[in-house]
Structures are given as C-alpha cells and as structure tokens.
C-alpha cells in the first residue's frame, strides 16, 4: 500500500495522531498517554501550561522534550483576535522563535464554539506576521477555504464541540472540505471514542487532534493506544476504498452460470 506522509508546514510526520497535554491527572500520566499514542505533534495551551514561564512549577517540556516532538502552542482560552495574537508571540518567545500555533478563538463559554469572525481575522493577523497557523474552525466549507486562502497551513473544523465526545456530527460538510481542499484537514474536538477517530479517518481527514478523549477516559494510556490504531485502520479503509452501500445483499455465492 503507497501512502504520502502528512506534511504539515513542510515538515513529514508518521503519525496522523495530534494530541493535546491537558486534563491528565499529572505529568506523568500526560508522558505516557502521548508515547502509547504514537503522536509526533502535541498541542500546548500556553495559558494554562508551563513550558518555561513559571521556573518555580513543573515544566511539560521535561516529559514531552523538543527533540521528541514537536510542539503546537494553542491559544484554548482565547475569546478575542487581540488575546489570541498576543498568546502566540508568547509562544514564539518561550520556543525560541518557533512558528507552527494552533489558532482557536472561542465565541462561546458554554458551547467552547468558535467565533469564526474574529478566527479569521487572528489568522490574518499572524500570517502576515510569519506564524505557521493550523487554524481550529467550523465545519463551514466557506469559511475553511477562506482560512486557507489567507495561507494556514491546515485547517481544523470541529467534528461537534470540544471536550463533547458526540463524534463526527456532520460527515458531509467534512466531505466537501476535504474535497476542496490543497493543506491538510484534521479533525480537531468531538471525538469520544476509537470508532469516532476512525470515521473522521475514513472520510479522508489528513489527521485527527484529541485531547479530552484520551484525558478524561478511564484508562488513559489504554485509550492512547486505541486510538492510535483506530487512526492507522481509517487512513487504511480510506486508501483501500470501501464497498458501495445497498438496499440489499449479494449472495456471495451467486447462482448465476452454476449447474444443477
């Protein structure tokens, strides 16, 4: 089976697995959830984790290190085009001029739902600024071409709400962003389970990002794990194609051309 690598901001990455580092019961658990996932990419909230801000408190990077992964500051918590900016050039200056943010502005507190207007305006913010934005959107196909066309390297629309584990809630809208798409599509909030993460797969997603999935289930590591193959068996179903859906069955042993 030939399969291209996910290319994201021209760097290739095994894994189709991004995961996030919140919610963990500690850090330890966080480092062994994120190596039983196999994931390369690992998202960073950057107000609410310490990666050198805080030289009193534990610091994440000492369990997930930068010559392991690679390291996507967040703007979760972010609620306007202003906070947003300003959360990613503090990333920029804790990473040593790192570029590669995940952009979310949140519209909602309830909900976590993006505000879709100021997401895009943050975006042009830091494209133009030099920052490599893989961008957390809605499943609007408008306004995720638009996303792209200003120049994020990726794209993210929501599969149902963060933190929700409903799954993919509307698989046609993926679709025709997929479909019209020439950056990479991931999957980024709503997955509950292996099975939702193998859907978004199937579909023709380039990756799938979870944190609230892995975190908040029993068996955390366990859970990493499973995911981790659900990702590789959808990314397979979807190169290998799958078979045509009908009203009816075939008999698999036809009885037209067989004597009696």
Known sequence: MHDTPLNIAGKT??????????KYKDLAETHAATEASGAEIVTVAIRRTNIGQHADQPNLLDVLPVDKYTILPNTAGCYTVEDAVRTCKLARELLD???LVKLEVLGDEKTLYPDVIATVQAAEILVKDGFQVMVYTSDDPVIAKRLENIGCVAVMPLAAPIGSGLGVRNPYN?????????VPILVDAGVGTASDAAVAMELGCDGVLMNTAIALAKNPVLMAAAMKKAIEAGREAFLAG???RK?????SSP??????
């Open 174 to 182: 993926l679709l025709t962003i997929i479909e019209n798409a020439t």
């Open 247 to 251: 009203r009816y069955a075939s008999a």
């Open 97 to 99: 001029g790192h570029a």
């Open 13 to 22: 990455y095994r894994s189709r697995l991004l995961v996030g580092t919140g």
């Open 255 to 260: 009885l037209d051309g067989t004597f009696f």
């Open 242 to 244: 799958r078979m045509p």
